[in-house]
């Protein structure tokens, strides 16, 4: 049951939205549950403001054992810069739960990937599995930082690390899909580079084995890499590990269908259209890479359709959308469509056709899951 209370501010809430009661049996989100609602109460003048306030808080929960909490909270909270998010933190002790240097111990996997330049040195997001079933989040502090009293030079690309917590189970089922797997992934060359336009650097490693580069599903061996990257996101998201929910990873098509209808409600909602660029923002082209699709400016969906918009007259979407019953096919087309309003159109809010993507989820799902 939700409250209605216009004093309440949810903007920038992750766990409470007005509830009367902790809808949580996780004792982690039942804290951050209380002290957002505390805070929502509460005039805040920043996100800033309101992410002290919140940490604060769950500090008196947990005296003396609020480091991983705190730290996880921060790393999933969307409204700060990272140099707020530092100052926030030394200002609460943060300790070992939150490093500059990359946590000593051995990792069994890690993921890691730049914000859209091939530039391996500066790598700035990632997550790191220890043996011992430690995750961290790392992400980049584009600021000066100050570390220890001491004020370093600066770097556009300083990492930090967030603990989030230890995860057995986590561990226990990765460990034992790469030790299965082993053969087949350790004969894949380290080095992958697919020539792809605005591409990302990525590097994987799985135990000793590491993979560098643009790792993009264009090959047998990148899509062989890139498939067996997900199956281990699939792990951390079926043992409820938090670095999953960093990486917003979707890799089953009700969840990437139900995400982005819920933002084209949004988008029909607010005559300004101003959340079109939440749309057209790169998760969505992570999502769809992850479900196998990719972007070939529609030539496999005319292909499939019997349509050649060169030589026949223009056909509107539903009519093509009929004679569409192959699901990879279909999603290429969502890509490719995503990507003419990411990166082609002239005017994205007053061309952005939600009703297009409206029929082409639903068919998607038809197609999925044929009854």
Known sequence: MQVNNEDQNLEYCRYYHGEQQDPYMDSFKGRAWMAEQLASERASSSAKDFLSFVTAHINKWEPYG?????????AFFGHCSFKEKIEIARASGLGNALQFEKPRGRTIFESHMDAGFYTPETIDTGVLLYSDGNVYIKNAVQYFVVCDGAMPEENSCNQVYFHVGKYKETVDAVKKLIKESWERISSLPSKIDDIVCDGGFSHYKFLSKHFKGMIYGQTEESKAVEAFHNQVLNIFYRTNTPSYEWFDATT???????????LLDE???????AKVYDFIDDRFAEDCRNLGFEMDTFESFYKHCNYDPEKSPEKPFEELLSVCFDYHVLGNAIFSQWRYYNHWAYDVRAEFDTKWFRLAFNKLLELAYPQ
């Open 66 to 74: 609020y480091e991983p909490d705190v730290a996880r909270y921060m």
């Open 252 to 262: 089953d098509v009700e969840t990437f269908v139900e995400v982005w209808s819920l």
């Open 267 to 273: 988008i029909d909602a607010d005559e300004t259209r």
